[in-house]
């Protein structure tokens, strides 16, 4: 279980903020970053200094070029023109520490502060059941029958998503007043109190037994997709065997014998057909149950 991101946060930002959670829990503990650094001043003044001694490089060059000290020259000339490529080459480069990545992920998630969870929002119950949420939708996002159309494809790359925010957001709220609930009933409740104590907890508990009555949901939606799926991987071998089965009738009736056909391989059409009329009721299947969540 990772960085939960609010599906509204765009895919790059959403990227950056699951690939850095243990930055993440730094900065809400009240870590900040150091400023970028200003610029070196040497850079403009190395460039000046530079520029101004070009003509006396030039001047000198051209006395050495027309004397015997030509080979000197052109030594010179090809120092001067080295210096000059790689300063012009330093000066386009943007200094490593001008935008550290520190800062970039701080500002990304003051700006997003909200919009997403991490690990420790959880207690170890709610990390459980988020976790069955997410197989559940991790398992329908790469079934091969969600990527082939056959399901929703679309509904389900928007409400899937937007499912597993909403229980984590509601998971992490439930973890945070189970908490100071714990806390209270540490410090020892007076007789009193008791009696408002207890449909406090009444009320945790049926929070927690809706959220869990959505997961076991998710996990009915991908329960169909995966008998789908086994009844679409079983009907694609079927059908690669019956593109083979004429070979298999040639060497029958070469060889004389044709009349030991099996009836295994005559069936091979019926049973395409029928893993097709179950691939069908498959996909019917999950459509009801990803109705039922939609509800």
């Known amino acids: 279980m990772g960085v939960v991101v609010d599906p509204g946060v765009s895919p790059e930002v959403a990227g950056l903020l699951r690939a850095n ?3 993440l829990s730094r ?6 970053p150091p400023a970028a650094p200003a610029a070196p001043r040497h850079r403009s003044a190395s460039a000046a200094l530079l520029l101004a001694a070009t003509p006396a490089v030039i001047a000198c060059m051209a006395v050495l070029l027309a004397s015997p000290l030509a080979p000197a020259g052109f030594m010179l000339l090809g120092t001067y023109v080295f210096i000059v490529l790689v300063k012009i080459a330093s000066m386009g480069e943007v200094a490593e520490d001008d935008r550290p990545h520190e800062r970039g992920v701080y500002e990304q998630a003051r700006w997003h502060d ?3 969870l991490l690990p420790e929002d959880f207690d170890e119950e709610a990390g459980q059941v988020l976790a069955r949420a997410q197989r559940a939708i991790g398992s329908v996002l790469r079934s ?4 082939e159309g056959l399901l929703d ?3 389900n790359a928007v409400m899937l998503p937007a499912q597993e925010w909403e229980i984590a957001r509601l998971l992490a709220k439930l973890s945070a007043l189970r908490l100071e609930h714990r806390e209270l009933l540490s410090r020892g409740i007076a007789p009193e109190v008791a009696a408002v104590i207890e449909p406090l907890e009444r009320a945790l508990a049926g929070s927690e037994a809706a959220v869990v009555a959505r997961v076991e949901a998710l996990e009915r939606y991908a329960a169909h997709v995966a008998d789908a799926e086994r009844a679409y991987h079983a009907r694609g071998q079927i059908e690669e065997l019956r593109a083979r089965l004429p070979k298999y009738e040639e060497l029958l009736a070469e060889s004389g014998a044709d009349a030991l056909a099996v009836p ?3 069936r091979l059409a019926e049973d395409a057909d029928v893993l097709e009329r179950t691939l069908r009721r ?5 459509h009801e149950a990803f109705r039922y969540l939609e509800s």
Do not use: K, M, Q
Request: aromatic share 8%.
């Open 144 to 147: 091969h029958v969600n990527a």
């Open 282 to 286: 498959s996909v019917r299947s999950a």
């Open 21 to 23: 959670a243990p930055l």
């Open 114 to 116: 909200g919009r997403y």
């Open 264 to 266: 295994e391989i005559e």
């Open 153 to 155: 494809d679309a509904r």
């Open 27 to 32: 900065i809400r503990a009240g870590w900040v």
